[in-house]
């Protein structure tokens, strides 16, 4: 089975030392996404619930490159700075997925995320035969 490593312009402008995606067989698997401006090393401002936002949104770009969408995501990974703050990641989580076709999820709290970040998602993907 073949292993794929993918980077992305933006990771490659920011000079990150991991891929931003792995594929093996039917499953991409994304490295973890923070809410940060595509391409740089910076969080976007506004707190927890625009990093969510922004986080997601980086994650769609991600797919959408591999010729996935959201839908196609069927786990994910959350880890929050706070866990006082699941109700509001949820809100915004909410925003991005089918309610009846939500992945399987764990999450869990973090005592440090990469760039002083309050949230960092990781999710795997099903690449569907087309």
Do not use: H
Request: proline share 5%; net charge negative; hydrophobic share 45%.
């Amino acid at each position: 089975m073949a292993v794929d490593f993918i980077s992305s312009p933006a990771a490659k402008a920011a000079n990150l030392p991991f891929s931003v995606a792995v594929r093996v067989g039917d499953v991409l698997y994304l490295s973890g996404a923070l809410g940060n401006v595509p391409g740089k090393l910076e969080l976007v401002p506004g707190g927890l619930e625009a990093e969510t936002r922004q986080t997601l949104e980086n994650i769609r770009s991600v797919l959408e490159a591999n010729g996935l969408t959201l839908a196609d995501v069927f786990k994910c990974t959350v880890m929050l700075a706070d866990m006082s703050k699941w109700a509001d990641f949820n809100r915004v989580y909410l925003e991005y997925f089918d309610p009846d076709r939500l992945p399987a999820r764990s999450a869990f709290g973090a005592n440090g995320l990469a760039l002083g970040a309050q949230v960092e998602l990781e999710c795997c993907a099903y690449v569907r035969k087309r």
